[in-house]
């Protein structure tokens, strides 16, 4: 039976080595994002690399979020091979300590990274995405006012006054707010009678706020400091439809499901997030088991890069398996807790059943 020092001597080997991967991935993502996203909006008026700095910031949380799963593989293949190569796990089975009670702490440590990601990293990258979203676009203001087809989200809503098309160059707020605007306003016969294009619009109680706009009737334009257009769509509708479920806050989430839902939505984005999220200590455990597979090889045998390249292969597959199931998830096509435990599972199953046979025969 291991004893609670060696396991605290594991488990703090682990925790070191998934620190320091998680600060020198967040480095090189931050000097990455923030030379693209000077290169991209260094010509913006305003611009200057102090503001440039606090975006690329507030950004890199929600990118890291999404390297969380290959920081608990590489930290735990890191681990097992550094602790191999100092014949560490030599002594350790030496003195009848099986693998399954020394891949206990990695275990420990991978779930516990994985729920601090969940409680901590994912509110907090939640926010800074939200918040530099606001600043580029704050940035940007001024600049361009035509909305792309391509690449704009548009919403339809159905008024007693008739239909009206809606897009937006930047979504806000969770969806209820847009920068750069245009309102097509259609008559009942579907032909555009007004178009409305505003700097700024807010999602109000029954009706768009818009701000700062320029309205094109009849081939004239008139240009208004506020102006108002109804609308019968709920805050929870266009969140579903507009907002991206990264930007909402684990803790909100739950909320928000139960709301869209009470409305006949699906909320299907936002349960995939959900369950997703909830999954995910358990996908770094399941990415753990993996590391283990191909880094327990005694070290006088060689550890063969053959091996460690096959396991980041399978890392990397497991990830990719978890965003195919995701996007089946997110249409419907299968229930949002399958898609978020089928990868999990099934990687914790091949572990295990590599492991058994390997170290048990």
Do not use: H
Not at 40 to 46: E, M, Q, T
Not at 170 to 191: R, S, T, Y
Not at 228 to 247: G, I, M, S
Not at 256 to 282: H, T
């Amino acid at each position: 039976m291991m004893g609670w020092t060696l396991g605290r001597y594991f488990f703090f080997r682990y925790l070191g080595i998934t620190i320091w991967i998680f600060l020198g991935l967040f480095a090189l993502v931050f000097l990455i994002d923030f030379t693209e996203l000077t290169g991209r909006i260094a010509g913006v008026p305003g611009f200057t690399y102090q503001t440039g700095f606090a975006i690329s910031a507030l950004r890199v949380p929600m990118i890291m979020l999404q390297t969380v799963p290959f920081v608990g593989l590489f930290s735990a293949m890191a681990t097992l091979v550094s602790l191999n190569r100092k014949y560490e796990l030599v002594i350790a089975r030496s003195a009848g300590i099986s693998a399954w009670q020394f891949l206990l702490p990695c275990g420990i440590g991978a779930l516990l990274f994985g729920a601090i990601a969940v409680a901590v990293l994912n509110p907090l990258a939640a926010y800074g995405f939200s918040q530099s979203e606001r600043i580029e676009s704050e940035l940007r203001s001024g600049s361009s006012n035509n909305v792309s087809a391509d690449a704009a989200p548009w919403i339809r809503q159905k008024t007693a006054s008739g239909d009206t098309i809606i897009g937006a160059r930047a979504i806000l707020n969770q969806g209820l707010e847009m920068a750069d605007a245009v309102f097509f306003l259609l008559d009942p016969q579907g032909n555009i009678v007004e178009r409305k294009d505003a700097k700024k619009v807010f999602l109000r109680d029954g009706y768009w706020d818009l701000q700062d706009v320029s309205i094109l009737k009849d081939g004239n334009i008139e240009k208004k400091t506020t102006d108002r257009l109804p609308t019968d769509l709920k805050p929870e509708f266009v969140q579903e439809r507009l907002a991206r479920p990264e930007t909402i806050p684990f803790y909100d989430l739950p909320q928000k499901i139960e709301v869209a839902r009470s409305f006949g939505l699906k909320a299907n984005a936002f349960a995939m997030q959900f369950d997703s999220l909830v999954a995910m200590p358990f996908l770094l455990v399941a990415m753990t088991l993996i590391a283990a597979t191909v880094s327990m090889r005694f070290a006088r045998m060689g550890q063969s890069a053959t091996m460690i390249l096959g396991g980041v292969v399978a890392g990397f597959l497991l990830y990719v398996v978890s965003v195919l199931v995701k996007a089946f998830g997110v249409a419907g096509f299968v229930p949002t807790v399958v898609a978020a435990w089928f990868p999990v599972v099934v990687a914790m199953f091949f572990g295990v059943t590599f492991l058994l046979y390997r170290e048990d025969g």
